[in-house]
């Protein structure tokens, strides 16, 4: 089992929706950070949470601590913001960087 | 401009030629590391560095070297380079403690031994 998992693995939607793209993680963290990869490929962090919530813009992160769970939330989705969106958690062992598979995003106009 | 800097872009080598990838930073940042992107395997870590002259080794960090002997500087060593070493590579670092984005990635080296 992965210590990183993420779902949806693909997620399509309408301009406009609201998204929510989960990630659960099954070991000891020290933070946790969502990142997102363009279609060109290159990669963007987007938050490093290590408890509570943060927002930039349209786009929300929770992470709950006691449940090994983070939630990333895009509000008015529009179709810039498709691209591939992946969970890393910083175990509090070391400084290594555990990635989930990352969720595939489209919005479509 | 911050930014985190890998040199070259794109690459194609033979089966074992020594080749090293760059990565530069101009941000001070103390931690740098080096991750390998695959289909199906997503991404995952080769080595990484907490500060000058202090490197551990990440998830995969087989067939690779790396030094630090410069905070900037965090080049990735492939001293004999096998097939299954095709991938897309990235740099990243960032700061140590405190608040912020977290990481900042250079743009990737795409990989081909053939």
Same mark, same amino acid.
């Given at each position: 089992k992965n210590e990183v998992e993420q779902s949806p693995q693909n997620l399509t939607a309408q301009e406009g929706e609201f998204i929510t793209i989960n990630c659960s993680y099954s070991v000891?963290?020290?933070? /946790?950070?969502? /990142? %997102? %990869?363009?279609p060109g490929g290159g990669i963007v962090s987007l938050f490093m949470l290590s408890s509570g919530k943060k927002?930039?813009?349209?786009l929300i992160a929770t992470i709950n601590i006691q449940e090994k769970h983070s939630s990333l939330?895009?509000?008015a989705s529009?179709?810039?913001d498709s691209a591939v969106y992946i969970c890393a958690v910083r175990k509090?062992?070391?400084?290594? /960087?555990?990635f989930g598979e990352g969720t595939q995003l489209t919005v479509n106009p | 401009e911050a930014q985190v800097t890998q040199n070259p872009r794109y690459l194609i080598t &033979? +089966? *074992? #030629? #020594?080749? +090293? &990838?760059?990565?530069s930073q101009n941000m001070n940042h103390e931690y740098m590391s080096w991750y390998r992107q695959d289909p199906g395997l997503g991404l995952r870590q080769i080595y990484y560095s907490m500060n000058v002259? &202090? +490197?551990? #080794? *990440?998830? &995969?960090?087989? *067939?690779?070297?790396?030094?630090?002997?410069e905070k900037r500087n965090f080049p990735l060593i492939l001293e004999s380079p096998s097939p299954n070493q095709t991938s897309l590579y990235f740099c990243a670092s960032r700061q140590r403690g405190g608040e912020g984005l977290g990481? +900042?990635?250079g743009s990737g080296t795409r990989l081909t031994v053939v």
């Open positions: 000891g963290i020290s933070a /946790l950070h969502w /990142l %997102q %990869q363009h927002k930039h813009g349209r939330h895009i509000t529009h179709p810039r509090t062992s070391g400084s290594r /960087l555990t | &033979v +089966t *074992g #030629k #020594k080749l +090293t &990838v760059t990565c002259e &202090v +490197t551990d #080794k *990440g998830d &995969v960090p087989e *067939g690779y070297k790396v030094s630090r002997k990481y +900042t990635f």
